[in-house]
């Protein structure tokens, strides 16, 4: 099974910025997509970002223009920018990747936007 390892939340002011890494114990090219979703309190799980094997990318559309998902193959790990932060970003964020019909997810990790 993959293990998807989530690093990089805390507590940022508005405004400020976080960098999300998720290190995974596979080839990321070995997968069809890796994502990053966020649950906030009491609200269902949601797509932030995701990027695809072919190194398309897509976006919720509240986060385009201060989220950027990327990657490095050679740390077979993703990265979730994340700029411009308020309130509404505060959730904790997972790391997702799938494999044909099989997702994998990482612990989570939490981040909180408040002064």
């Known amino acids: 099974q993959v293990q998807l390892v989530e690093s990089g939340g805390g507590l940022v002011q508005p405004g400020g910025s976080l960098r999300l890494s998720c290190a995974a114990s596979?080839?990321?090219?070995?997968?069809?997509?890796m994502a990053w979703y966020r649950q906030a309190l009491g609200k269902e799980r949601e797509l932030v970002a995701r990027?695809?094997?072919?190194?398309?990318?897509e976006y919720k559309v509240s986060v385009k223009g201060r989220f950027t998902i990327s990657r490095d193959s050679a740390k077979n790990t993703v990265y979730l920018q994340m700029n411009s932060l308020n309130a509404e970003d505060t959730a904790v964020y997972y790391c997702?990747?799938?494999?044909?019909?099989?997702?994998?997810w990482g612990q989570g990790t939490q981040v909180t936007v408040s002064s």
């Open positions: 990027i695809f094997n072919s190194g398309n990318t």
């Open positions: 997702n990747a799938l494999t044909g019909a099989f997702a994998s």
């Open positions: 596979a080839s990321i090219f070995s997968f069809n997509y």
